[in-house]
């Protein structure tokens, strides 16, 4: 099943992803990203605004 | 009874102004954190205008780091335009040192009264009975605390407003998306910013120079992903190979920046919005943190009269509304439709519009007198905003 994964490595945290995601399928908590997969519709938003590329989909 | 009257979420500028105002005005106020330090990571360029800083808060050297005397704007063939800041009302004045800044200002709310706890987030809200029953979480400990009023100062990443109804969600072309580096071992003149534009450096926004004293600058980017090409970090990169190719880099900093030009409202029955949870940041400039504390301040006061009222509906919290509209709206509504304007300019328009102003002396480096004088210069290409600018 496709899904959204945040590479930890390259992800600092910024909350950029999460202004524009519709659907409430993220959030930052404290110190990390975390993606909702039940929530998320692939609709790539979050991917294209991540200034880093720490977002991507995976099967 | 209730725990607080006002539950602030976000020690930022706007959160930490809005917990001030509200407390010296005698609320029972607590300014949560989610964060273990307020103003870490910084996510911010720095640049603020010293004249409306100073509305606020006694400058103070420990969270200045640079005085700005002018600005150099360098046009996609590199074409200088010089703007100095000899009149009033410019735009970038300090360079801060935000990490100190962001923790003076919750000093300040602190020593104003409000109970300040920070590692503690706000988790979701409901109401009941014309209150609000907040969900915290403090140390992986939740808990459910009562307020009158929450003022949703939670930034970018903000959900207070979702959860209270009111649609914050960005659209691709209302956002830069940004990536800076804190650099040493690079050349620059430390009284002037410098900014890149057009879309061959940064399309959608611009590339930055802010200098941090003498040994250090931000250089930083935003980039909108409607219309970029690569991510954020790429095209720094590039620049900064190009540009600084001994340059060091000490800290990254990444961020949003909304610029949609500000939320039509930004109450809802309990709740008020500010600084950039509000979306209230500038759309040409990409600045937000003037605008996040006067929204605070004017939600702190309107709180206030909501508590000696007695009165936590939107309707009564529509007067936050008209304050911040009052102040500041009309400009965000203007620079929203200027920069759709300067969305459509391609590189070489922007060339020819810096040639024509090169070696001219701009005596102000606000927007909107760069834009007068390119509108001198360039009726025909601007007639059609003379409404958004006289
Ligand atoms: C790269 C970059 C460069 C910028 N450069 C400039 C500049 O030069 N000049 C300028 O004026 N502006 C600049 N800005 C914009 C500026 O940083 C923001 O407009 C400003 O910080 C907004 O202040 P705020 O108080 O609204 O929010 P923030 O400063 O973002 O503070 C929000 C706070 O809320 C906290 N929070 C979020 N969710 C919760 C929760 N659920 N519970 C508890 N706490 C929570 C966050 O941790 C954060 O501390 C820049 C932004 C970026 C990204
Ligand atoms: S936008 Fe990118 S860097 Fe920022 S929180 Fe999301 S995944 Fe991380
Ligand atoms: S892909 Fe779309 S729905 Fe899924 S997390 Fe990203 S923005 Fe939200």
Redesign the pocket.
Known sequence: MKRIV?NRY?????????SVCKFDA?E?VETY?EIYPDKCTLCMV?VK????G??EVVE | MTDYDVVVVGAGPGGSIAAKTAAEKGLDVLLIEKRQEIGVPVRCAEGVSKEDLEKFVEPDKRWIAAEIEKAWIFSPDETKVELSAEKAGNEVGYVLERKIFDRHLARLASKAGAEVRVKTSAVGLKRENGIVKLKIRSLGKEEEITTKIVIGADGIESKVGKWAGIDTTLKLGEIE?CVQYLMTNIEFESDVTYFWVGKRFAPGGYIWLFPKGDDAANVGIGVMPSIAEKKAKEYLDDFVRKKFPDGEIVEVV???VPVSGGLKSAVSDNVMLVGDAARFADPITGGGIINAMKSGYYAGITAYEAVVEEDYSAKFLKKYDERWKKDFGKKLERNKKIQEKLLKMDDETFNKIAKSLEGMRIEEFSVKRLVLEIFKKYPKLFWDMKDLIF
Not at chain 1, 10 to 18: E, S
Not at chain 1, 49 to 52: A, E, F, L, S
């Open positions: 945040v390259k992800c600092a945290y910024c909350g950029a992803c999460v993220n930052l990203l979050c605004t991540c200034p880093m720490a977002l | 998306s990444v961020g949003g």
